[in-house]
C-alpha cells in the first residue's frame, strides 16, 4: 500500500491513514510505502536553491530524504498508538540498492531482508518512498514522484501486488478539477500509462510504470477513503479499445527550435539521439535537404530548461543557422492505443482545436501520444476541446 503527500498531509489524514493499514493487518501481512507529507519536498528544495542555486545534488538527497523520514516515522506512531505493531525503515534499511545518481537514482537491486523478517515478527512495516542507498553507501533518491517506484520495486521483491492510494480513485480521461465529465479508466496497459505520466497527468510516477512493465507488477491506483470503492488497474494486455483514452497537459513548456545546416540526415538523427539521452522529452527532427531542424520542448522548470537550451545552442555552435526559444507554451496529449498511427485522430483533433480557436504552435507524436503545443493561455480550451471530441460524456450542469 502506498500513499502519497496529499494522503498524509496533516495528523487528521495521518490517522485515517493510520487506521486503514491497521485494519487491514488483521488480515494480511502489510509494507506502508509513505511519501512526504503534502507539500514538504517543494519547501524542502525551495531552501536549499536559497542558499544555493543549484545546491550540491548529494546534500539535497539528504535533505529530500527527511521529508519520508518524518512522515515514516509518524506513520508508524500513529498505527503503534492503535494497538497495532508497526516499525518505519529507510530506503537503506530496505536495501533499496540504487545506482549513484543523485536526485534521479535508479534502482538497481531490492534486498528485502530486513523487511522480511518485520513482518515475519508480526509488524506492519512502514518505509520511506523515494529514496535508497547507492554502491557507495550515499543516500539517493529517485527523482520528484518516487515513492510509487519504491512502493513497485518493493512488491516485485515481496511478490505482492501494489496498490497506490491518492486523492482521486483511479485515473482519470482529464483532470476531473478542469473537465466536468471526465471519466475514470478502469484498465490501461503499461505504454499508455506512461505516455500519460509524461504528458504530464499527476497520477503515477514513470519509471514506477516502467519497472512495473518489466516485473509484470500489477498497479491498482485506488482512493485513500475507503468508502470510494473506484480504481484503476493498470497491468498487461488489458481489454483495450484503441483510440485516444485520455487527455492530458502540462502546462508550462519551453521549445528550442535549432535551424542546423550542412549536416547529413543521419548527423541529425545521431545527434537527436544524443539530445534525448540528455532526457529531453518531445524531441522531433524534420529533415530539410542537407540542414535539418531540431525542435526540443521540455517542461519549464525555473529558468533551468532556458539555460540548458542556451548551453546546446552554444555546444552545437557553427551548424546552427537560427535559433529561437520560445517560452509560455504548454503541452497537450491525446494518449491512447494507436493515437500516433492512425490519420483520422489527428485529423479530429485539429478540428476541434480550431473550433475553440485554439492556435497551435506545433506537433509531436510519441508511443501512444499526439501532442499539441499550444499557448499556455489555450491549454484548458484545448483539454476541455479535445475531450469533448475524443470522450464526451454526459452533458453537465456549469
Ligand atoms: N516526496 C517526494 C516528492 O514530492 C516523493 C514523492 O512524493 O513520491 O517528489
Ligand atoms: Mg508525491
Known amino acids: 500500500m502506498k500513499f502519497g503527500g496529499s494522503s498524509v498531509a496533516d495528523l487528521e489524514r495521518m490517522r485515517r491513514v493510520a487506521a486503514r493499514i491497521a485494519e487491514r493487518a488483521r488480515t494480511q501481512p502489510v509494507v506502508a510505502v509513505v511519501s512526504a507529507m503534502g507539500k514538504t519536498t517543494n519547501e ?8 544555493a542555486d543549484p545546491p ?9 530524504t527527511t521529508g519520508e523520514r518524518s512522515s515514516m516515522a509518524l506513520l508508524a506512531i500513529a498505527i503503534r498508538s492503535r494497538g497495532q505493531q508497526a516499525i518505519s525503515l529507510t530506503g537503506s534499511q530496505c536495501g533499496i540498492i540504487t545506482d549513484h545518481q543523485h536526485g534521479r537514482a535508479r534502482i538497481m537491486e531490492v534486498r528485502p531482508f530486513r523487511i522480511v523478517d518485520e513482518l515475519a515478527a ?7 518512498g523515494f529514496q535508497g542507498v547507492s554502491y557507495k553507501r550515499e543516500v539517493t533518491t529517485l527523482g520528484r514522484g518516487g515513492s510509487d517506484t519504491t512502493a513497485v ?16 480513485d ?3 480521461s482529464a483532470d476531473p478539477r478542469e473537465v466536468a465529465d471526465a471519466q475514470r479508466i478502469a484498465e490501461l496497459d503499461y505504454e499508455a500509462m506512461q505516455a500519460l505520466a509524461r504528458a504530464g497527468a499527476k497520477v503515477l510516477h514513470a519509471q514506477a510504470v516502467q519497472l512495473a512493465e518489466d516485473r509484470g507488477i500489477a498497479i491498482y491506483a485506488r482512493h485513500v477513503e475507503p468508502g470510494i470503492s473506484g480504481q484503476t488497474v493498470i497491468r498487461r494486455n488489458p481489454v483495450e479499445r484503441p483510440g485516444v483514452r485520455a487527455v492530458a ?13 550542412a549536416l547529413a540526415p543521419a548527423r541529425v538523427g545521431a545527434l537527436a539521439e544524443r539530445l534525448g539521452g540528455l532526457g529531453l522529452r ?8 542537407a540542414g535539418g531542424l531540431l525542435s526540443l520542448s521540455q517542461r519549464t522548470d525555473a529558468g533551468a530548461i532556458l539555460r540548458r537550451f542556451a548551453a546546446i545552442t552554444r555546444a552545437l555552435g557553427p551548424v546552427v543557422d537560427a535559433a529561437q526559444i520560445r517560452e509560455g507554451l504548454a503541452m497537450v496529449s491525446c494518449v491512447g492505443a494507436g493515437v500516433e498511427e492512425r490519420p483520422e485522430i489527428p485529423k479530429r483533433a485539429l478540428a ?17 501520444s499526439l501532442a499539441f503545443v499550444v499557448a499556455a493561455e489555450h491549454r484548458r480550451a484545448a483539454v476541455v476541446a479535445l475531450h469533448a471530441a475524443f470522450i464526451g460524456g454526459p452533458p453537465t450542469a456549469g
Open 153 to 168: 520495486a518493493l512488491a516485485a521483491a515481496l511478490g505482492a501486488d501494489c496498490e497506490i492510494y491518492s486523492d482521486v
Open 352 to 368: 476541434a482545436l480550431d473550433a475553440a480557436k485554439v492556435v497551435i504552435r506545433g506537433v509531436r507524436t510519441d508511443t501512444r
Open 44 to 51: 524542502l528544495v525551495r531552501m536549499a536553491r536559497e542558499l
Open 170 to 172: 483511479g485515473v482519470y
Open 56 to 64: 550540491p545534488t548529494r546534500e539535497l538527497d539528504m535533505l529530500l
Open 122 to 128: 508480526g509488524n506492519v512495516v512502514i518505509v520511506g
Open 249 to 261: 497537459s502540462d502546462p508550462a513548456i519551453a521549445t528550442l527550435d535549432l535551424e542546423l545546416r
Open 282 to 289: 518531445y524531441l522531433r527532427v524534420d529533415e530539410r535537404g
